[in-house]
């Protein structure tokens, strides 16, 4: 009877909308069927992000973990455990790391742990308690993986983890998904592009770490230094969150809702950036962004804060633009260089496509953590 492929189980805080689950439904999407099964954990909840899945296989579980001390959902996720009996567990972020007790506990034989970036409460990396977590992991995490060189430095220097143990494996994007054209119908709202226009825009969750405050603040301190841009610059901000009543608050501040664009969460998100002439990212930390790299294999130009691991994908003067974080004038400054020269808007959104063709293929991605996975696994 031939054996059943290895079980990876992969432990996440919750499924839905964002870079990270994105990223691992990529993975599940593309790996080998026949080589691998998968389970995903989630320690709270899972949302309908699931139907993104294409392989019907897939289990998916809910911890339910209630906010603050929940002892209980450790006892949870050690039953799920030991019913799944995984080959690997895989653990992303911070919000999973602690599931690695019950899952030794459980049994399991080996680990992964990956860390896509940091959050708004321990932006500068060094958050103690935080980082106690990370370094009592490293009793059981065999391999540890970062998205970004930036990370990977981080791990080794903060944390401590040793090279042979740490590897980074930078986001990959579906490139034919994510095309300069497309069959597509209109998607701004009507009047939206005037002749000559200008439509910048960004797409995530209105987060603080986000910071679309300060993309509000640039469109409107653009439209303050050039009043006549007023006839052809226009905003587009896809997604909904904490932010969204700061940032249109911020807009009609400046006198410039009406020249903005806010559906809320789409998942028509090819259309999206096909619909942009410049993709903005004003973050104040990043790994890397999915959302970037789905700009650029869009052949959409990028203006992203110098943040993370941003520098590593977005090569300044030749892509795109980078300015320092929190820094609303030095964005405001870019969007109206990009305002007067077309040539340089379609120059870099050529190179764009070109960079993440040669180095960010989801291809490249799946190849990596296959032989990731390969390593930890009975031959």
Not at 87 to 103: C, E, Q
Not at 156 to 182: C, H, K, M, S, W
Not at 291 to 307: D, F, H, Q, W, Y
């Amino acid at each position: 009877m031939a054996r059943r492929p290895p079980l990876i189980c992969h432990i996440i805080y919750r499924l839905a909308v964002g870079g990270l689950e994105n990223g691992l439904v990529n993975i599940i999407n593309n790996l080998p069927d026949e080589d691998y099964r998968h389970a995903i954990i989630c320690v709270t909840q899972s949302t309908d992000f699931r139907r993104r899945l294409r392989r019907d296989d897939v289990e998916i579980r809910e911890v339910g973990k209630r906010p603050g001390n929940d002892l209980a959902a450790y006892g949870r996720m050690w039953r799920v455990l030991r019913h799944l009996q995984p080959d690997v567990v895989h653990t992303r972020n911070l919000p999973a790391l602690d599931m690695i007790l019950p899952a030794w506990l459980a049994r399991v034989p080996r680990f992964v742990h990956s860390e896509h970036g940091l959050d708004l409460i321990e932006i500068d990396g060094r958050h103690a308690r935080y980082n106690t977590l990370r370094r009592l992991s490293r009793l059981a995490v065999d391999r540890y993986v970062t998205v970004s060189a930036d990370l990977e430095r981080w791990m080794r220097q903060e944390i401590g983890v040793p090279p042979a143990r740490l590897q980074t494996i930078y986001n990959g994007v579906d490139t034919e998904r994510f095309a300069p054209t497309g069959d597509d119908p209109a998607v701004l709202p009507p009047g939206f592009d005037p002749p000559g226009a200008l439509v910048l825009g960004t797409l995530g969750r209105l987060d603080p770490l986000k910071n679309q405050i300060a993309l509000a603040q640039a469109f409107c301190e653009a439209l303050a230094r050039r009043p006549e841009l007023r006839r052809r610059l226009r905003l587009v901000i896809v997604g909904d969150g904490a932010l969204r009543r700061e940032v249109e608050a911020a807009l009609a501040a400046g006198n410039a809702l009406e020249l903005a664009w806010l559906p809320g969460f789409r998942d028509d998100t090819p259309r999206i950036y096909r619909a942009l002439d410049l993709f903005v990212l004003p973050s104040l930390r990043e790994g890397i962004s999915n959302t970037i790299l789905e700009a650029m294999a869009s052949g959409r130009p990028v203006l992203a804060t110098r943040v993370g691991g941003t520098p590593e994908i977005v090569p300044d003067g030749v892509v795109g633009r980078l300015v320092p974080p929190a820094d609303p004038a030095a964005l405001a400054a870019a969007i109206l260089d990009y305002a007067d020269d077309r040539a340089l808007l379609r120059r870099h959104g050529e190179a764009a496509r070109a960079h993440v063709l040669a180095r960010f293929s989801l291809a490249a991605m799946i190849a990596s953590y296959d032989r990731l996975y390969r390593s930890l696994l009975p031959q």
